[in-house]
């Protein structure tokens, strides 16, 4: 099963696109519009499709973002209840919300602790060749991927920021075809931010599906 996910399905500019990359990146999208669209099919779909992309980036010698990917199937589960059964501070079902005022400096300081510490852990330990590269997409899309199951909208930016520096990453490791999904995966953010800042200004109609199994797809 690895030897065939582990196979090329085609060649991007003369890079080989595995069947892992090729099925990860379709499921990573579908994910995002759901995630768009607060669709709770969205955290099985990420599950799935992190597990493919930890087979993917271990091959490039992306072990922050391998790792990652282990992190993200792992959280799709905590993620897919919250959006199911989850509670805000004030005992109500999860709708779309900012962090409260004096958190974003918090979360700054969140964000760079851990890129220093994912960043030494990788240099030290592994034979990347981009520790800190890797670590500061790996670092940031852990707390994005929090504030995503809590349904707060500075996941967004959180994300255009992660695309942004992940597309130059794949493309230095010539993963072409993740270069494309992570552009898409950018101009989705953007969508995405747009989307929920609409939903939360919207009170008592902020579409979401989390508390019927049922939702539509996208």
Known sequence: MFDLLNSPAFTVLGSPASWAELIGAVLGLAMVVCNIRQIHWGWPLACVSSLLY??????????????????FAVMA????????????????????????????????????????????FLRQFTNTDVPWWDAFPTALSVIATVLLAR????????????????????????????????AVFLLLAVVGWRAW??????????????????????
């Open 197 to 218: 800042h609409i939903a939360m200004h919207m009170p008592g109609s902020s579409p979401s599906s989390a508390g019927n199994p049922a939702g539509s797809a996208p």
């Open 77 to 120: 589960v905590w993620g897919w209840a919250q959006w199911l059964r989850g509670v805000q501070p004030d005992g109500q079902a999860l709708r779309v919300r900012a962090l409260q005022s004096g958190d974003a400096l918090k979360l700054i300081a969140a964000c760079a602790a851990f890129w220093l510490l994912v960043g030494l």
């Open 54 to 71: 930890c087979l993917v980036f271990s091959g490039s010698k992306l072990y922050g973002d391998a790792a990652l990917q282990v992190f």
């Open 151 to 182: 349904k707060l909208i500075e996941n967004w930016p959180m994300w255009i920021v992660v695309n942004a520096v992940s597309i130059a990453l794949f493309a230095y490791k010539g993963l072409w075809l993740t270069v494309g999904l992570y």
